[in-house]
């Protein structure tokens, strides 16, 4: 027996108890009872009892939600951190500061906010997520926060000498590179203005190095003040791994503008460490200058080659061609320049006009000022400029000189050919992007670590070091998660079937299949609505 609902045209539907029967083969049902005028309690009730079940008194529940707290993603953080080991490296267990930076931990990652608000979603009265509920708790106050990032704060040292005991070892790749987020009041003794690299004029800011193994995997971090420039960042490095960690000989990997001149001759050589960085694009043209080690013709064939030059005596220098950068290059440079001299064509019509024209050198000057400067194409323009007049016509020859260089970069590095082979030399350096993509996750919505508002410099520090630890565990997630995310899984297997390290990196044929995938795929609302063609 069953209830089936008939529609009834205009009236509502029919309500009937049915049974269904076999006669001559056939399958067939009749009506036992009209159930319409029963109230809707009765019928779900009656239903249930068919189903095998029990009905309960009208007005009664099996259950009453009064709560629900989503809790699959804060699972996936918890789980990560235990499976890393992150939660025995931070302290002991049953800790109720290291309890709480395991929780500020998961929020920075599953919904990164301020303290006050973190401390919101946390307590139990007003917890949004299953955090505080796993961990044990309790009421969560923002206070006790502030005082979790200062006993953080005083574990740095020793939770990044037991990171870098499992991710570095002796003669290892230790990428590093620097980057800033800007701060929000100014009484913070660390923040000071200098290259803002957040585009946020008239903000003061925090300079910060990153340290990461050789796959990307974060060590450690520092903070330094807001106007310090990048090489003066590399010293605490260097007695950073040698002192604190024990390296005694590694390869060290930073940008051209990190590791000078200076650096290696100062810092690198007396600690007795390697290094692989590049030159900077002046070396790079005298290199290329008549009759110099660096000639076109090394191309003809082939996009890198290894050469040799007196100004760096007892180093390597692999230079590298790549043809897809070279004509992108050009095309920036093409659409810059054009559009430089459509501005600059507006201003000499405003000074020929006859009507209210441009007059005075130095007006003049500050309207060409601000157009040059807005495009950067002040090298590649001859202008005059007088009181009545203004004229301005291309540099054909230095356009010229920039165009060949296009797609040339020239790796360093002090290494023999025994300890690491050309095409090595430029992948780990290559491998400095693993470090920009952390920036990336760092500062953008992943896990939000600007705008900076504590004032204290050590907060300062604990928050940084704790987006660290954020990030240290999205890295390992997301090397879990690869077969179920965008992320290419393959990646490895696909560089290593490209002929040349200074070719573009492919997507493996398992990325391309994901994106294959999505893209007939279409999500609205929530759903997902698969499409053909």
Request: with cysteine; aromatic share 6%; hydrophobic share 40%.
């Amino acid at each position: 027996m069953y209830i089936e609902a008939v529609p009834n045209r205009n009236s509502p539907p029919a309500v009937l108890l049915r049974e269904t029967y076999r006669e001559g083969g056939k399958i067939k049902k009749r009506t036992l009872l009209n159930l319409t005028s029963w109230p809707a309690e009765q019928v779900e009730g009656l239903r249930i009892i068919l189903k095998g079940g029990t009905a309960l008194p009208p007005g009664e529940r099996p259950f009453t939600i009064t709560r629900s707290l989503p809790h699959g993603h804060v699972a996936a953080v918890l789980a990560t951190i235990r499976a890393t080991g992150l939660d025995r490296i931070l302290g002991p267990e049953n800790n109720r500061p290291c309890q709480l930076v395991q929780a500020m931990i998961i929020s920075r990652i599953i919904a990164p906010a301020s303290k006050l608000a973190t401390a919101r979603m946390l307590d139990e009265a007003t917890a949004c997520a299953s955090t505080g509920k796993v961990l044990g708790l309790g009421p969560v106050a923002a206070p006790e926060l502030y005082e979790a990032l200062d006993w953080l704060f005083a574990r740095q040292p020793e939770v990044e000498k037991r990171l870098a005991r499992q991710h570095l070892k002796g003669g290892c790749l230790v990428l590093y590179d620097v980057s800033s987020s800007y701060v929000e009041g100014r009484r913070c003794d660390l923040a000071a203005f200098g290259y803002n690299r957040d585009r946020k004029k008239g903000k003061m800011q925090i300079v910060y190095g990153l340290l990461c193994a050789a796959n990307g995997c974060p060590v450690a971090v520092e903070a330094f003040e807001g106007n310090t420039g990048d090489p003066k960042t590399l010293a605490a490095q260097i007695e950073k791994l040698k002192q604190r960690f024990g390296l005694k000989r590694i390869v060290l990997v930073g940008d051209r503008g990190m590791i000078t001149d200076a650096r290696i001759r100062e810092e690198l050589a007396p600690a007795g460490f390697d290094w692989i960085t590049a030159l900077r694009a002046p070396a790079i043209q005298a290199l290329a200058a008549d009759k110099g080690p660096l000639q076109m013709s090394l191309f003809d064939e082939r996009d890198m080659a290894e050469i040799a030059s007196p100004d760096y005596p007892g180093e390597r220098l692999i230079v590298c061609r790549n043809r897809e950068l070279a004509a992108e290059r050009a095309r920036k440079r093409r659409e810059l320049l054009d559009a430089t001299e459509k501005e600059l064509a507006r201003i000499k019509t405003a000074v020929t006009r006859k009507r209210d024209p441009l007059r005075g050198k130095d007006r003049i000057g500050v309207a060409v000022g601000e157009v040059i400067g807005q495009h950067k194409m002040a090298k590649h323009f001859d202008l005059t400029i007088e009181d009545a007049s203004f004229s301005f016509t291309r540099n054909d020859a230095r356009i010229a000189a920039e165009a060949a260089l296009d797609g040339l970069y020239v790796i360093r590095t002090n290494l023999p050919k025994e300890a690491i082979g050309a095409e090595d030399a430029v992948s780990a350096y290559k491998n400095l992007a693993q470090v920009e993509h952390a920036f990336r996750s760092l500062k953008t919505a992943d896990l939000d670590i600007r705008p900076i508002y504590h004032w204290l410099s050590d907060r300062v520090r604990a928050h940084l070091f704790l987006c660290m630890l954020a990030y240290y565990v999205e890295w390992h997630m997301r090397r879990k998660l690869a077969p179920m995310l965008f992320d290419d899984e393959d990646k490895e297997a696909a560089l290593a079937s490209r002929s040349s390290p200074v070719a573009k990196a492919p997507r493996s044929d398992k990325a391309k299949a994901k994106a294959a995938g999505a893209a007939g795929s279409i999500s609205h609302n929530g759903a997902v609505i698969h499409c053909t063609q």
